[in-house]
């Protein structure tokens, strides 16, 4: 890699001399992308959500969660780089990290913005073609499954990520990118990013053909489907696997596999 200054998807312009070699990642679906690239050897830093590949969680350093990180442990480690998102991790988080080294920020709302950190990833770690092999795989998994939803009946949708107060997927997120592919309509894409809603007021709302509780960041139960779905007319109650449609980077090839299966089954 040479000199160079690469801008990262919130605006911030980096200067590196050569490509980063000891990595932090702060993002699981990160984390993820990055030994998917074929860089395990430089990701030095994980947090205790990096689940994926599982062997991670003894090979590599835990350096805290998303939201609450052990700054002293990261500056140990002497990273050149951590990965962060805009969404994941705050900013107060970001500006303490900056002092220790650069902080690469993603921010993905949308399909094109995971195409974008795949090339940039690869610019920055100096494993274009990788980058690109992963790009060409997506688009091509992309095409089919727009091929394969083409003809599928739109359905209204709520996609519930909390309980305590309950929460939604609203709009502006790459959960609500992945409903409209699959041709879901969320009733509450006019409401924010992720709105507090009232169950007694689904039914105004919007009425859900199908209400989706996913498996993270709130582990939904059989008593959350009964009492969720009493407030509708005749919603269908279905678990989600959150990872298929939170999780960005090169697991969103699986996501298409596991969508396909999901359709089957309405």
Same mark, same amino acid.
């Given at each position: ?61 835990? %350096?805290? =969660? ?5 700054? &002293?442990?990261?500056? #140990?480690?002497?990273?050149?780089? +951590?990965?962060? $998102? !805009? ?80 929460? %939604?997927? =609203? ?5 609500? &990118?992945?409903?409209? #592919?699959?041709?879901?309509?969320? +009733?509450?894409? $006019? !409401? ?75």
């Amino acid at each position: 890699m040479k000199q160079k200054t690469l801008v990262d998807q919130i605006g911030t312009a980096h200067f590196f001399e050569t490509s980063p070699k000891r990595i932090i990642s702060l993002v699981p679906s990160q984390t993820e992308l990055l030994y998917d690239l074929g860089l395990e050897d430089k990701i030095i830093g994980i947090t205790k959500f990096c689940v994926h590949p599982y062997h991670f969680k003894s090979t590599k350093k835990s %350096v805290g =969660g998303t939201k609450k990180v052990h700054f &002293e442990k990261i500056r #140990l480690l002497q990273p050149d780089i +951590i990965i962060c $998102n !805009k969404e994941e991790n705050t900013l107060e988080i970001v500006e303490e990290l900056r002092k220790i080294c650069p902080v690469w920020v993603t921010n993905i709302a949308t399909i094109e913005d995971n195409f974008q950190m795949i090339t940039d990833f690869g610019q920055l770690f100096n494993c274009r073609t990788e980058g690109q092999k992963w790009n060409d795989k997506l688009a091509f998994a992309l095409s089919d499954f727009k091929n394969y939803i083409k003809d599928k009946e739109v359905k209204k949708v709520a996609y519930f990520i909390w309980k305590k107060p309950f929460m %939604v997927a =609203g709009s502006d997120n790459f959960i609500n &990118e992945l409903l409209k #592919l699959n041709h879901f309509e969320n +009733i509450y894409q $006019n !409401k924010g990013r992720y709105p507090e809603i009232e169950l007694k007021k689904m039914r105004l709302d919007g009425d859900p053909d199908l209400v989706f509780l996913s498996s993270e960041p709130y582990p939904f139960a059989e008593e959350d489907a009964f009492e969720i779905g009493r407030h509708t007319h005749h919603a269908k109650t279905v678990f989600v696997d959150g990872e298929m449609f939170s999780w960005y980077g090169s697991r969103l090839l699986k996501a298409f596999d596991y969508f396909k299966k999901m359709h089957e089954k309405l």
